[in-house]
């Protein structure tokens, strides 16, 4: 859970990024985050409008400059930098 609410974050600007930019940016292997992807492409959260660029539905993006998804029954906020303990 603690690298889907990662990479949850680095999208919540509303910006598209690839696998290999999320690993880097959550110090993860690629192959981890393709396996947190997975579910959140099936549920609908992450879509990928351009060829290997993954990003957040705007239908969840609430807030892009405060890095807020509103799932409609959880609200999240995903302030840039905070910790996954935060």
Do not use: H
Not at 12 to 28: H, P
Not at 44 to 67: F, H, S, V, W
């Amino acid at each position: 859970m603690e690298k889907a609410c990662q990479i949850l974050r680095e999208l919540a600007d509303g910006g598209s990024l690839m696998v290999s930019e999320l690993a880097q940016r959550t110090g993860s292997d690629p192959s981890v985050i393709s396996r947190q992807i997975a579910p959140l492409r099936q549920a609908g959260i992450l879509i990928t409008p351009r060829n290997r660029l993954y990003e957040i539905a705007p239908q969840y993006l609430a807030d892009k400059t405060n890095r807020i998804v509103d799932f409609g029954w959880c609200l999240l906020r995903l302030s840039a930098g905070q910790s996954a303990n935060s």
